[in-house]
């Protein structure tokens, strides 16, 4: 009996135990080409989750123009699953319209090295974007008194109104972009053998719309229209305007920067439409046209 025991027991704990094998077997994870994803791998993953605190989309705003300069600053920012992956510093000039910032630079016209700096504008700025898009954070941009920073190595501008304008767009949410391409757009009509001078037109695009415009024209001497006028050499009021010639226009300006579109006009060119607009504008709108045909 004793033996019968032992031997029944024997075969009940192997029986045990291949059972427990073939269970280990059937749990198994199948045969895959695909990556292990580590613990570090998951991790990270899910703190990416945890800093995607944006929507995605577009972002813009502007800070106010520099009264000296006519330069007004914005921040153009790209969200893609909820982290910034592109960032754009620029600004357009309010007084003369034509070319954003960084072309100006990149083109040498604005001479930050020429006055002593290390590097040019366009340079400056394309790091404190990168580091935007590093931190995801404009207030990680830290700011001096002036303005300035030493969070971002090789930038000495100021850089106030790119984290002004950052935070504002980050903060006013996505916006939809306008039909045209970012730029600065010229055209210019055909000298006017009477008044001797001829129109001209320039305007700025920034996330697809036109914010900057100047209407002016230009003599034979190479003189501007509005500055011509600014400088009372012009003389609209001697000759019994109400207005100067700058002042006029500029209502005419901010008319297509609100319209974007022409007035009715009269068959001479002028227009009942813009209160205290007594010159001839008809031009400017064609021209602006004419202009905008290489933004499509």
């Not at 703190?47 to 995605?56: F, L, R, V």
């Not at 990149?106 to 001479?111: C, L, S």
């Not at 590093?134 to 207030?139: R, W, Y």
């Given at each position: 009996?004793?033996?019968?025991t032992?031997?029944?027991?024997?075969?009940?704990?192997?029986?045990?135990l291949?059972?427990?094998?073939?269970?280990?077997?059937?749990?198994?994870?199948?045969?895959?080409?695909?990556?292990?994803?580590?613990?570090?791998?998951?991790?990270?993953?899910?703190?990416?989750?945890?800093?995607?605190?944006?929507?995605?989309?577009?972002?813009?705003?502007?800070?106010?123009?520099?009264?000296?300069?006519?330069?007004?600053?914005?921040?153009?920012?790209?969200?893609?699953?909820?982290?910034?992956?592109?960032?754009?510093?620029?600004?357009?000039n309010?007084?003369?319209?034509?070319?954003?910032?960084?072309?100006?630079?990149?083109?040498?016209?604005?001479?930050?090295?020429?006055?002593?700096?290390?590097?040019?504008?366009?340079?400056?700025?394309?790091?404190?974007?990168a580091?935007?898009?590093?931190?995801?954070?404009?207030?990680?941009?830290?700011?001096?008194?002036?303005?300035?920073?030493?969070a971002?190595?090789?930038v000495?501008?100021?850089?106030?109104?790119?984290?002004?304008?950052?935070?504002?767009?980050l903060?006013?949410g996505?916006?939809?972009?306008?039909?045209?391409?970012?730029?600065?757009?010229?055209?210019?009509?055909?000298?006017?053998?009477?008044?001797?001078?001829?129109?001209?037109?320039?305007?700025?695009?920034?996330?697809?719309?036109?914010?900057?415009?100047?209407?002016s024209?230009?003599?034979?001497?190479?003189?501007?229209?509005?500055?011509?006028s600014?400088?009372g050499?012009?003389?609209?009021?001697?000759?019994?305007?109400?207005?100067?010639?700058?002042?006029?226009?500029?209502?005419?300006?901010?008319?297509?920067?609100?319209?974007?579109t022409?007035?009715?006009?009269?068959?001479?060119g002028?227009?009942?439409?813009?209160?205290?607009?007594?010159?001839?504008?008809?031009?400017?709108?064609?021209?602006a046209?004419?202009?905008?045909?290489?933004?499509?």
């Amino acid at each position: 009996m004793k033996k019968t025991t032992v031997i029944l027991s024997t075969a009940l704990i192997l029986g045990g135990l291949l059972a427990g094998c073939g269970n280990n077997t059937d749990n198994a994870p199948a045969a895959t080409n695909a990556p292990t994803e580590t613990n570090a791998a998951a991790n990270s993953s899910n703190t990416g989750t945890e800093a995607a605190k944006y929507k995605d989309g577009t972002y813009y705003a502007t800070v106010e123009a520099d009264a000296k300069t006519g330069w007004q600053t914005y921040a153009l920012l790209t969200v893609e699953g909820g982290k910034i992956t592109k960032a754009d510093w620029n600004a357009f000039n309010v007084n003369s319209a034509g070319d954003l910032k960084k072309k100006v630079s990149e083109d040498g016209k604005y001479g930050m090295k020429a006055g002593g700096a290390s590097s040019e504008w366009h340079e400056q700025a394309a790091k404190a974007e990168a580091f935007l898009i590093e931190k995801q954070d404009p207030a990680a941009i830290t700011l001096d008194a002036e303005g300035k920073t030493d969070a971002i190595s090789g930038v000495s501008v100021h850089v106030t109104d790119f984290v002004k304008a950052a935070e504002a767009a980050l903060a006013a949410g996505p916006v939809e972009a306008g039909q045209y391409k970012d730029g600065g757009y010229h055209a210019e009509g055909e000298m006017d053998k009477e008044s001797g001078w001829k129109s001209t037109v320039d305007l700025t695009v920034a996330n697809g719309n036109i914010v900057a415009v100047k209407f002016s024209g230009v003599n034979a001497a190479g003189d501007d229209k509005k500055q011509f006028s600014v400088d009372g050499k012009y003389g609209m009021k001697a000759g019994g305007a109400q207005a100067e010639w700058h002042e006029e226009i500029a209502k005419v300006e901010q008319y297509y920067l609100e319209k974007g579109t022409a007035p009715e006009l009269t068959a001479e060119g002028k227009t009942d439409a813009i209160s205290g607009v007594s010159i001839h504008v008809g031009e400017y709108f064609t021209l602006a046209e004419k202009a905008l045909e290489g933004a499509k």
